[in-house]
């Protein structure tokens, strides 16, 4: 298949794994709690609910910004899975992050003001770790598209564990787990609930659902990238990182933002800019 079908499929099929997954990641929560947990297929009734609901207008610009939010979501994946230079692609990335901050800082209320800066909190402690993630990934195989990593001889993640360590510890924040889940949260005991979304309702609040699913996705993909010699051992490593996630979030509560800033970059530092500068040390 060429890359334009990739990037098609990613389009239309996205969607799909998003919502199954956060079906899955309901269920196993549940159960972790003692529950029964809901359906498997509940998210995609809730956002149909969502998407017939009356919207209450926060401002008429928040709406534009959501939408375009979803569309730079789903366009980063399209990009990525279509063949466009990777670091390019994670620019992206941080855009579609950047409208749902703004489209939650136009809304005059104290509870959205605070979800956006705490989002550009989170903006500020992932975004270096994906763009030296990517300089890595370039480095180690000499290729700069998803399609050119994945026909390269170079094992990715035997050569970048720093690497692939980094990364568990920061999809953490776009996974919107605890502790780092500092902007939005759905857990009732953290001090501030849905604080990004709290002014939000109706088909607003599916558009920023679809574009998470479109997110978890999108670090799927990323997933697959470092281990580029097998896809099906990408997507186990994400099927047993995302099970990591779930029970650390479910074991653990929100963190202040001063720490989730020094432990991510910590991480990617130490973990990412180190195993980098290794690289570079060794001639490879």
């Known amino acids: 298949m060429t890359p334009a079908i990739y990037a098609l499929l990613f389009v239309l099929l996205a969607p799909v794994f998003g919502g199954l997954l956060a079906g899955i990641d309901r269920i196993v929560s549940a159960r972790m709690q003692g529950r029964v947990g809901p359906p498997l297929l509940q998210p ?3 956002v149909g609910k969502l998407l017939q609901k009356r919207t209450r207008q926060i401002n008429p610009i928040a709406e534009p910004l959501l939408i375009a939010h979803l569309g730079y979501m789903a366009a980063t994946g399209a990009l990525l899975l279509g063949g466009t230079d990777l670091i390019f692609t994670v620019f992206v990335y941080a855009l579609a992050a950047l409208l749902l901050v703004l489209a939650a800082g136009s809304a005059n209320s ?51 564990p720093g690497v692939l360590l980094a990364f568990v510890v920061v999809a ?18 953290q001090e501030l609930v849905s604080g990004l979304t709290s002014d939000m309702s109706g088909r607003l609040l599916a558009y920023v659902e679809l574009a998470h699913w479109y997110e978890s996705a999108l670090l799927c993909a990323f997933m697959v990238l470092l281990f580029n010699w097998s896809v099906p051992l990408g997507l186990l490593a994400f099927a047993v990182a995302y099970a990591l996630e779930v029970l650390v979030d479910n074991a653990t509560s929100r963190i202040k933002w001063q720490l989730v800033l020094r432990s991510t970059w910590a991480a990617t530092l130490l973990l990412c800019g180190g195993n980098l500068l290794a690289l570079f040390v060794m001639g490879r």
């Open 44 to 46: 995609f009734y809730d």
């Open 172 to 189: 953490t924040i776009k996974l919107r787990k605890s502790p780092f889940d500092i902007s939005i949260s759905h857990h009732p005991h």
């Open 110 to 160: 104290p509870f959205s003001f605070a979800g956006a800066e705490r989002e550009l909190v989170v903006l500020l402690a992932s975004e270096p770790f994906f763009i030296l993630m990517m300089v890595a990934v370039c480095k180690v195989t000499a290729a700069s598209t998803f399609g050119g990593v994945l026909a390269s001889s170079q094992l990715v993640a035997v050569q970048l």
